[in-house]
């Protein structure tokens, strides 16, 4: 299945990558483009303000769950005007199915 979004923050969605056309899917990992989303939670993330900067998104490391095949694995670099040399990049662990 190729999302269309992906939540980074379960229980709030307070921080997503949306957008998502993929240029690349197969067995060992996938390759996206799209935009990360996430809330500046100032003065608190309740009236918090979202911005939002292009990204392109890589899923790697499946591993076996009870769903099959899944990508453990989530990376992403987007545009971030205050880092130096204007990206930022973070991997996350991607949420599984059970064993």
Known sequence: MEPSSISLARADGNASLIDLTWSSWTPTGALASGRYTY????????????VTYPASIRLA?????????????????????????????ATVLAPTSPG
């Open 39 to 50: 809330n500046l939670c100032s003065p608190d993330c309740a009236r918090g303000t979202f």
């Open 61 to 89: 490391y499946p591993i076996e769950s009870s769903a099959g095949l899944e990508f453990s694995t989530i990376s992403y670099t987007y545009a971030n005007p205050s880092a130096p040399g204007g990206l930022s990049t």
